[in-house]
């Protein structure tokens, strides 16, 4: 897997080129300059490593609509994409299923949007007051209402009862799973703040994380975004 631990001490160089690498033996594309990408996006500043395969960029003022991941699964980022540190409006980070995730991967096999705050709630649970639906007891320590909507999304949403894990607003750690016949085919998501002015969402496969890996997911997620953002 891929490590996302970069020192402060790089050295950022910034050309523009014409044309880019590609490693024939992947057809990934190979930077010309070395070292991260340095990103600037809301009140923090993003690292991308220079390995890192899936990545789309979305800068304030490209006016491009949002691509899927099929489109962005190989895109990479360089150094010499900007001449100097692009201020974006998000950052995408997609990734193969689990059973296909390489080296060059961001190494949990979930989607993820980066993206400065909207006025909207700090995560899944703070979209609802949850006294006011029917909870029943899931497994590994989850509740669940099958009542619940998230704007216009119908959803199942699992709220962790253990006390070792809340999110930065104070809430606990809830995942919405859209609804669909086949419980094992459902796609689920959540979103946290990990530092001020920054909104983090991501989506996975119940087929790639069952309920029993729900919590280490968030917190292994939690710790490779905490890599990437420096400030």
Request: proline share 6%; with cysteine.
């Amino acid at each position: 897997m891929i490590s996302l631990r970069y020192g402060a001490g790089f050295l950022f160089s910034f050309l523009v080129v014409s044309a880019c690498g590609l490693n024939r033996s992947n057809n990934i594309r190979e930077c010309q300059i070395e070292g991260p990408t340095q990103i600037s996006i809301g009140n923090a500043t993003l690292l991308v490593p220079p390995d890192l395969i899936g990545m789309d960029i979305r800068v304030e003022n490209d006016g491009k609509q949002f691509r899927g991941p099929k489109k962005s699964k190989y895109t990479k980022v360089c150094p010499e994409d900007y001449d100097s540190v692009p201020k974006a409006r998000q950052v995408s980070i997609y990734t193969p299923k689990k059973r296909n995730l390489k080296e060059f991967n961001f190494p949990v096999a979930v989607d993820l949007l980066i993206e400065a705050s909207k006025p909207t709630y700090s995560s899944v649970y703070g979209m609802r007051d949850w006294q006011d639906f029917d909870l029943e007891s899931a497994s590994d320590g989850f509740v669940v209402t099958d009542r619940a909507n998230v704007g216009m999304t119908a959803s199942d949403i699992y709220i962790y009862q253990g006390d070792d894990v809340t999110l930065p607003a104070g809430d606990p750690l809830a995942i919405g799973c859209y609804k669909s016949p086949n419980e094992f085919a459902r796609n689920c998501y959540n979103w946290f703040e990990p530092v001020d002015g920054i909104l983090v969402s991501y989506t996975f496969s119940r087929k790639d994380y069952p309920i029993s890996e729900w919590v280490s997911l968030h917190g292994r997620i939690e710790a490779e975004v905490s890599v990437l953002i420096v400030q």
